[in-house]
């Protein structure tokens, strides 16, 4: 169903180290997974997708990995920056009547230099 | 660029007084998504538009309109603003609804109520 949080879980990794963020989703027949990244006051931003017939896809310095038998997802950010920090949120493509994205809880990342 | 733009980025409007959010694409795409988001909360859709089908979440309030009159543009009426109404709101697009078609955000408009 849909997320509903008043805190948001915060993950603080140190510059240069790798970042994992995690993801549990919702429906077994989502097809379609999004990652975005959200900066203060800004829409969320595309960084990486999947689809479920994949379980790991990798970007510049992202790495997607889906485990559709516990119905999660992690990114990984390689050699975390400074301009990593922001809120991160993965988004799950259903069908309920029509499609559409619903989004997870969201982690805080930042970056401690 | 191709992008979806919202207008204004800052609303503020008064208790009860009606507010209309507007959102433009250039990308044509399909399906068009309103989204509110409160502080430190993921979005939370409110409808979409399939082409000119309406979608509407069972959660929410009817005191949220929507229309598309083309492709390009759709509008967000809120008929009579609360306070918990003042949130960001989000306009998306994708190109198709399934499939695994990417949905493309726009910056948002951040509307305070007083």
């Known amino acids: 169903g849909e997320s509903v949080g008043l805190h948001l879980p915060t993950l603080s990794v140190q510059e240069g180290d790798n970042s994992i963020i995690n993801c549990a989703y919702s429906?077994?027949?989502?097809?379609?997974f999004i990652w975005y990244k959200q900066e203060s006051g800004k829409g969320p931003q595309f960084i990486i997708d999947?689809?479920?017939?994949?379980d790991k896809r990798q970007g510049q310095r992202v790495t997607v990995l889906l485990n559709k038998t516990v119905k999660h997802l992690s990114l990984q950010i390689a050699a975390t920056q400074p301009g990593d920090s922001a809120v991160y949120f993965c988004a799950e493509n259903i069908f309920s009547g029509t499609y559409k994205y619903i989004f997870g809880t969201g982690t805080r990342l930042k970056v401690l230099a | 660029d191709a992008m979806v733009i919202q207008n204004p980025r800052y609303q503020v409007t008064q208790f009860g007084k009606p507010v209309t959010l507007s959102c433009s694409q250039t990308?044509?795409?399909?399906?068009m998504y309103w989204y509110q988001q409160k502080s430190s909360q993921a979005p939370k859709l409110l409808f979409h538009y399939y082409d000119k089908d309406f979608n509407n979440e069972a959660d929410t309030p009817d005191n949220f309109q929507s229309r598309r009159p083309n492709t390009s543009f759709c509008f967000l009426d809120i008929r009579s603003p609360g306070l918990g109404d003042a949130a960001m709101y989000l306009c998306a697009t994708s190109r198709r609804g399934g499939g695994g078609h990417e949905q493309f955000f726009g910056p948002g408009t951040r509307l305070t109520v007083l």
């Open positions: 999947i689809r479920s017939n994949m």
């Open positions: 429906n077994s027949a989502s097809d379609y």
């Open positions: 990308l044509n795409h399909n399906v």
